[in-house]
């Protein structure tokens, strides 16, 4: 008789920085796990992307209704008691996925603590594991290389032929102050030094697109924008989600960070893709970035 899979349940919310960092935590449960089906617990936001992991079996949407909408919550407790989970592992760890707990009492829940973790979330995570029996030489890094379209029709579309390097010039509009202000005169340096220039505006700085030279692509999709990563030379961002699609796919590169963000914690840093720090960003001049550029180019 053939036996029935276990379904596993992770609960991995976002941010999306944090949820394709955690690709490696996937892959490593995946393989510890390798008969049973994994099943993501996310917002729907991330739903289709997360559908194109090859780690991942079903997504769950959980776009956190308050928990007086006592109706979504019960229906979403119902569709996971359904699947009769044998583990959860929660990778969130935040006061919903506690309530959670308390209302899901069959499955084995692997828990981290990543939030009093003194180095990362993302160690956390790794710690998580190795408490739970998974030798540390067995936990496996981010590879991202799945989530990258075929951008070649896009390329063709702007007469983009041979290398480029990407400026990611923007970041979430919450968090304006983490804009690096000086792409304009990048850009220009390195049209001069005859590099092709690519920049990635979101929504939220399409009021660059006249302001900086080379080609643009706006309003990508995610698929796309790593897409484009992937296929570059080099790439120079904020603090931004981007960035971190350029460090998991370990394309070589430079993350801007200022003061907001501690560049530890954030775990951008994934050789050959580097952080330069400021306290600053309007004191971090094109000349540094251009010598630190050429270092690793």
């Given at each position: 008789?053939?036996l029935?899979?276990?379904?596993?349940?992770?609960?991995?919310?976002?941010?999306?920085?944090?949820?394709?960092?955690s690709d490696?935590?996937f892959?490593?449960?995946?393989?510890?796990y390798?008969?049973a089906?994994?099943?993501?617990?996310?917002?729907?936001?991330?739903k289709?992307?997360?559908?194109?992991?090859?780690?991942?079996?079903?997504?769950?949407?959980?776009?956190r209704?308050?928990?007086?909408n006592?109706?979504?919550?019960?229906?979403?407790?119902n569709?996971?008691?359904?699947?009769?989970f044998?583990h959860?592992?929660?990778?969130?760890?935040?006061?919903r996925t506690?309530?959670?707990k308390?209302?899901?009492t069959?499955?084995?829940w692997?828990?981290?603590?990543?939030?009093d973790?003194?180095?990362?979330?993302l160690?956390g995570?790794?710690?998580m594991?190795?408490d739970?029996?998974i030798?540390f030489?067995?936990?496996l890094?981010?590879?991202?290389?799945?989530?990258?379209?075929?951008?070649?029709?896009?390329?063709?579309k702007?007469n983009?032929?041979?290398?480029?390097?990407?400026?990611?010039?923007?970041?979430?509009?919450k968090?304006k102050?983490?804009?690096w202000p000086?792409?304009?005169?990048?850009?220009e340096k390195?049209?001069?030094?005859?590099?092709?220039?690519?920049?990635?505006l979101?929504p939220?700085?399409?009021?660059?697109?006249?302001?900086?030279?080379?080609?643009?692509?706006?309003?990508?999709d995610?698929?796309?924008?790593?897409?484009?990563?992937?296929?570059s030379?080099?790439?120079?961002?904020?603090?931004s989600g981007?960035?971190?699609?350029?460090s998991?796919?370990r394309?070589?590169?430079?993350?801007?960070?200022?003061?907001?963000t501690?560049?530890t914690?954030s775990?951008?840093s994934r050789?050959?893709?580097?952080?330069?720090?400021?306290?600053?960003?309007?004191?971090l001049?094109?000349?540094?970035?251009?010598r630190?550029?050429?270092?690793?180019?």
């Amino acid at each position: 008789m053939k036996l029935r899979k276990k379904n596993i349940l992770i609960i991995k919310h976002g941010a999306f920085g944090d949820l394709i960092q955690s690709d490696g935590i996937f892959r490593t449960i995946k393989y510890s796990y390798s008969n049973a089906n994994l099943i993501l617990l996310t917002s729907s936001s991330y739903k289709d992307l997360m559908l194109l992991s090859p780690y991942v079996d079903k997504v769950i949407v959980d776009d956190r209704f308050k928990f007086w909408n006592l109706r979504k919550i019960f229906q979403l407790i119902n569709e996971i008691k359904i699947l009769r989970f044998s583990h959860v592992f929660d990778l969130q760890n935040s006061q919903r996925t506690f309530l959670y707990k308390i209302l899901l009492t069959s499955p084995i829940w692997v828990t981290t603590k990543r939030k009093d973790h003194p180095i990362s979330g993302l160690q956390g995570l790794v710690d998580m594991l190795i408490d739970n029996g998974i030798q540390f030489n067995k936990i496996l890094e981010p590879n991202i290389a799945w989530m990258a379209n075929d951008i070649s029709v896009l390329l063709k579309k702007k007469n983009i032929i041979g290398g480029y390097i990407v400026l990611i010039p923007g970041s979430s509009k919450k968090h304006k102050e983490k804009r690096w202000p000086y792409y304009k005169e990048l850009a220009e340096k390195l049209l001069k030094e005859d590099f092709n220039v690519v920049s990635i505006l979101g929504p939220d700085e399409l009021d660059l697109e006249n302001n900086i030279p080379g080609d643009k692509f706006s309003n990508l999709d995610l698929m796309d924008v790593a897409g484009i990563i992937k296929k570059s030379i080099f790439v120079i961002g904020n603090d931004s989600g981007p960035s971190h699609i350029a460090s998991c796919l370990r394309k070589p590169g430079i993350a801007l960070f200022g003061p907001t963000t501690s560049a530890t914690k954030s775990e951008l840093s994934r050789k050959p893709f580097q952080i330069l720090e400021s306290e600053n960003l309007k004191d971090l001049k094109v000349s540094k970035v251009w010598r630190s550029i050429k270092k690793i180019i």
